[in-house]
């Protein structure tokens, strides 16, 4: 089976920190992905990866960063940590294009900010 | 992107079959129906996708139908842990890889 794992399931952070949200992937998949989940708004896309060292912003990438130094690794940074950054992130990975739809993800970190 | 329209809430008993509707009427040819489901506080999982053929896995059952329009997935006996949101997504599978998007999904209750 597929396996997306990000680093830590809850997490509590200070305004201002820099946070840093990791995620990995064993099956070899091109395709990453960090979502962020709030109530009423469903999945929204942050960011996303279709290689190594490639990135596209997604629908709100403000406050956010991304790296993806290794096909398997995509880490998520948020430079200031804010309390409107206080939300379940969600990380995913899928295959090629033709596959793009087919997705696996992790079990999600809830992140909440002071 | 072909919208879909999913029911809000639905309840199922333990054991009988679970149908979830799922409408696209605008869908056009080279495009696919994907569902997911999502555990309450776990990240959503894939379940089936499917072109024009009903299709089949361990999971559950999707059927379409012949114009396209509509599709049902079928879990063939509900338990308490397939409670949570379903999702119908429809898009071209060889589209950009950021377009997966989720709407609301249908909240499946499966009651004891």
């Known amino acids: 089976d597929v396996k997306v794992t990000q680093s830590s399931r809850y997490l509590v952070k200070r305004t201002g920190e820099k946070v840093f949200l990791e995620c990995v992937q064993d099956?070899?998949?091109?395709?990453m992905f960090w979502y962020r989940q709030d109530p009423g708004l469903g999945l929204r896309l942050i960011y996303f990866?279709?290689?190594?060292?490639?990135?596209e912003k997604g629908d709100i990438p403000e406050g956010y960063s991304v790296s993806r130094e290794k096909k398997e690794r995509f880490s998520l940074i948020l430079e200031s940590a804010s309390t409107n950054q206080t939300s379940m992130y969600l990380c995913a990975s899928s295959l090629g294009s033709a596959g793009s739809l087919l997705a696996f993800f992790g079990q999600g970190t809830r992140l909440t900010v002071v | 992107d072909a919208k879909t329209t999913q029911p809000t809430s639905m309840d199922c008993a333990e054991g009988r079959a679970a149908n979830l509707p799922c409408n696209h009427s605008t869908i056009s040819g080279n495009e696919y129906v994907y569902w997911y489901r999502q555990i309450h506080s776990q990240g959503p999982q894939y379940i089936i996708h499917g072109l024009k053929n009903n299709e089949t896995n361990e999971m559950a059952s999707l059927i379409i139908t012949e114009d396209r329009k509509s599709s049902t997935l079928i879990l063939p006996h509900a338990t308490l842990r397939d409670t949570a949101v379903y999702y119908c997504?429809?898009?071209?599978?060889?589209?950009?890889?950021?377009?997966?998007?989720f709407g609301s999904g249908t909240q499946l209750t499966v009651l004891p």
């Open positions: 099956m070899d998949h091109e395709n």
């Open positions: 997504i429809v898009r071209v599978a060889s589209g950009s890889a950021r377009q997966l998007t």
């Open positions: 990866s279709y290689d190594v060292k490639m990135k």
